[in-house]
């Protein structure tokens, strides 16, 4: 009997992939031993930052890093650097910002559940742009003119979430908010891969960049990583850290955290409650090394394999199978269209009872509309992928 099952639960799976709600990716292997190794031991967790944020700083070919706890934590710490610097009076009140420029631009096409991360700190928006074509009315998006045309003497930054096809370019509004001093805090939470994204987000200018920790990174599920320049890291470390100690005593490493800035020490911060473990950081940095090198890619082929052998044992059921094929660094993702009138069921209920038959089975339902199971393959193996084949073509020869 596994520890879940001790627990009561039946454990499930999961064909949805590296989703928060499901506990994200599969722990790398390497990353789960180091896991293992640094619970063992201590070290102070200033040093074991700084060791971390060189790391990641040489990773993404900035100035400075830090691991969160998820890329939400790192939005939040990120837009608490933006308002607060080092200034102690200011970090002392967050998320009050009364008498201090608190608005950040963004686009209207850009708003989302996750911005709460930002307003988390204090922020308020502003938004700008249109996207007529997602309205049905026009053919324009977002542009980089909107965003300076709203910047004023409360603007304190930009937030940019990026996407495939994101509008304007980053490039662009990067250009404009540093015309005027402005920093821009980039959420790519989901941005990897491709792992040249790691380097190229950055080197557009953008101040602070959000990465999830917990996805194609495959690092513990609650870690995300925030780079950028120095100072920002500098002002999110210190509002994230524990600040229990005496001054005299308190020798914070100078790459991590600009002593020289602060006029004293802070008390705890906003974002004290987003610590992270050692063993989380030890695991990120084992994990963001492997996906860094490329060493994931010889995973892909296989990972192909396992859709060829689903494809193959839904051949004659009231659906068609797609495999979208990989760049060689994302994995492959199986599509299947349902025949909802043949079946005499719509692809939601087919979900539905997927989810609660033996062993349950949670495949992708973003594009349950269009009568289409999405599969991710990153948690299939030798073991679990003949029994998703099986419940699938279960569900798909089962008539309502």
Not at 35 to 40: L, S
Not at 257 to 286: N, S, T, W, Y
Not at 390 to 399: D, I, N, Q, S
Request: aromatic share 4%.
């Amino acid at each position: 009997m596994g520890i879940y099952e001790e627990l009561g639960l039946e454990p499930i799976i999961n064909a949805s992939g590296a989703v928060t709600r499901l506990g994200g990716a599969p722990l790398y292997p390497a990353a789960l031993d180091a896991f293992g190794q640094a619970a063992g031991q201590t070290v102070p967790l200033e040093q074991l930052h700084a060791v971390a944020c060189r790391q990641i700083a040489e990773a993404t070919g900035t100035e400075a890093g830090l691991v969160t706890s998820g890329a939400a934590a790192a939005l939040t710490l990120g837009t608490a650097a933006i308002l607060a610097g080092h200034d102690l009076a200011r970090i002392e009140r967050l998320p009050d910002c009364s008498g201090m420029p608190c608005e950040f631009v963004v686009a209207r096409e850009h708003r989302n559940g996750y911005d709460h991360a930002v307003r988390a700190a204090g922020a308020r928006f502003v938004e700008v742009g249109f996207h007529e074509l997602a309205a049905g009315s026009g053919v324009r998006r977002a542009e980089a003119w909107e965003y300076e045309a709203a910047f004023g003497p409360h603007t304190a930054g930009v937030l940019y979430v990026l996407s495939k096809g994101a509008c304007p370019p980053l490039k662009d509004v990067v250009e404009r908010a540093h015309a005027h001093y402005l920093p821009v805090l980039v959420d790519a939470a989901g941005e990897l891969p491709p792992r040249a994204n790691l380097k190229t987000i950055a080197a557009t200018g953008a101040d602070l960049v959000a990465f999830s920790g917990g996805k194609a990174i495959r690092g513990p599920q609650a870690t995300g990583i925030l780079c950028g320049r120095r100072e920002l890291i500098s002002s999110a470390a210190i509002q994230m850290l524990d600040m229990d100690d005496h001054l005299e005593l308190w020798q914070p490493p100078a790459e991590l955290i600009d002593r020289e800035q602060l006029p004293g020490m802070p008390r705890h911060g906003i974002g004290r409650g987003f610590k992270v473990a050692k063993e989380q950081i030890v695991a990120l940095l084992v994990a963001l090394r492997a996906f860094a090198s490329g060493e994931y890619d010889a995973l892909v082929e296989g990972y192909r394999a396992r859709l060829d052998e689903i494809c193959a044992a839904l051949a004659d059921v009231p659906a068609r199978c797609h495999v979208q094929a990989s760049d060689g660094e994302s994995l492959p993702i199986l599509e299947i269209l349902v025949d909802e009138r043949a079946l005499g069921r719509t692809a939601i209920e087919v979900c539905r009872a997927l989810r609660a038959g033996l062993p349950p089975c949670y495949v992708g339902h973003a594009a349950l509309a269009e009568g289409t199971l999405v599969i991710n393959p990153l948690h299939l193996d030798e073991r679990n992928t003949p029994e998703l084949a099986r419940r699938l073509r279960e569900e798909l020869t089962t008539k309502s």
